[in-house]
């Protein structure tokens, strides 16, 4: 039985040990990076300086939403408006894993600009074990290369600090709630963000299409959960696909994008299966998708494939 309490008493003596000078962390908001700062935070105090990118492939209102959340948890935070770096660096490319290598070396790079300034030695990661699982290496094949682990690039010159680098998501949950951390129960959101829930090229004008769409299917999906029509699930939120459908938009042809929704449950990331959501509240996401993206979206699916053999996000 993984015991909490045991786990964050011996981190934070390593890490006093561990750390000797000032260290940014890559803060996302997410429950990973929290107990990861919340740890760090304790063992040396303002010497951590909390990093939050936006990178242009956050959902709705999130980074201001994050900025927030780093001032409610005390930490020394900076924040960084990288998303017309990312857009630039990624326009034209379409291959899955070479939109997570480049952006995994983007975060580098902005944390690299910041710890010249602020003379950082250390760079601190919410790294979990499924990261660099799937990420290979010697023995193991590529599933995708994590932001955080395949994406880093080669030449780093800051030292690596991941202190959650053995746990599953359930256990670092378990974490979030021994400290009272506000995201315990948040749902997981990978660090390359909508980049990788738009197949194809992840242009501005895709990623508003894929935007609102998360931001519906979270919507609809949680306010059914509070009124009890479902139970919550593990993770929820809307792909958008690399090809166009014939639609018809009151008496005329539509030609438009599609949007996949995933819902899926899982424990520890390694596997999953696909929620059961019942069908009323799919209908009501199919319907308010297609209407609010009227001229854009035309058709809406449900992705009914568990882990393996599909991964949680598409690419
Ligand atoms: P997959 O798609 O590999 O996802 O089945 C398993 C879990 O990991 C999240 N995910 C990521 N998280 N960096 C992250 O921090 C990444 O590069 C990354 N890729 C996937 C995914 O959302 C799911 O919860």
Not at 45 to 58: E, F, I, K, P, S
Not at 195 to 210: D, F, S
Not at 217 to 222: L, N, T
Not at 261 to 275: F, H, L
Request: aromatic share 6%; charged share 30%.
């Amino acid at each position: 039985m993984f015991k909490a309490e045991k786990f964050i008493e011996e981190t934070i003596n390593n890490l006093k040990k561990e750390i000797s000078g000032k260290s940014l962390i890559a803060f996302s908001g997410g429950v990973d990076s929290s107990v990861c700062a919340s740890l760090v935070n304790k063992a040396i105090g303002n010497n951590l300086v909390a990093v939050h990118v936006d990178t242009g492939y956050m959902r709705k209102n999130e980074s201001s939403d994050v900025k927030k959340l780093m001032e409610r948890m005390g930490l020394n935070s900076r924040f960084v408006d990288a998303s017309k770096e990312f857009y630039s660096a990624l326009k034209g490319v379409d291959d899955p894993e070479r939109k997570r290598k480049i952006i995994g070396e983007k975060f580098i790079r902005v944390f690299e600009k910041v710890a010249k300034k602020e003379k950082i030695q250390y760079l601190v990661q919410g790294t979990i074990a499924p990261d660099w699982i799937e990420s290979g290496g010697e023995l193991r094949d590529t599933i995708k290369s994590h932001h955080n682990v395949g994406g880093l690039p080669k030449d780093i010159n800051l030292k690596l600090v991941e202190p959650l680098r053995d746990l599953y998501k359930d256990e670092v949950r378990n974490i979030a709630r021994e400290l009272k951390l506000e995201v315990s129960e948040r749902q997981p959101f990978p660090g390359p963000g909508l980049a990788v829930r738009i197949l194809g090229k992840a242009n501005p004008e895709r990623v508003e299409i894929v935007r609102e769409a998360c931001f519906i299917i979270e919507d609809e999906i949680d306010k059914s959960v509070k009124k009890g029509k479902m139970e919550q699930p593990w993770q929820y939120f809307a792909v958008l696909l690399p090809v166009k459908s014939v639609g018809v938009h009151g008496d005329r042809r539509a030609y438009g994008d599609v949007i996949a929704v995933r819902s899926v449950e899982s424990i520890d990331a390694m596997t999953c299966n696909y929620s059961g959501i019942p069908h009323e509240i799919l209908d009501r996401i199919s319907t308010r998708i297609t209407n609010t993206l009227k001229e854009k979206v035309n058709r809406v699916v449900y992705d009914i494939t568990n882990k393996p053999p599909g991964t949680v996000e598409w690419e």
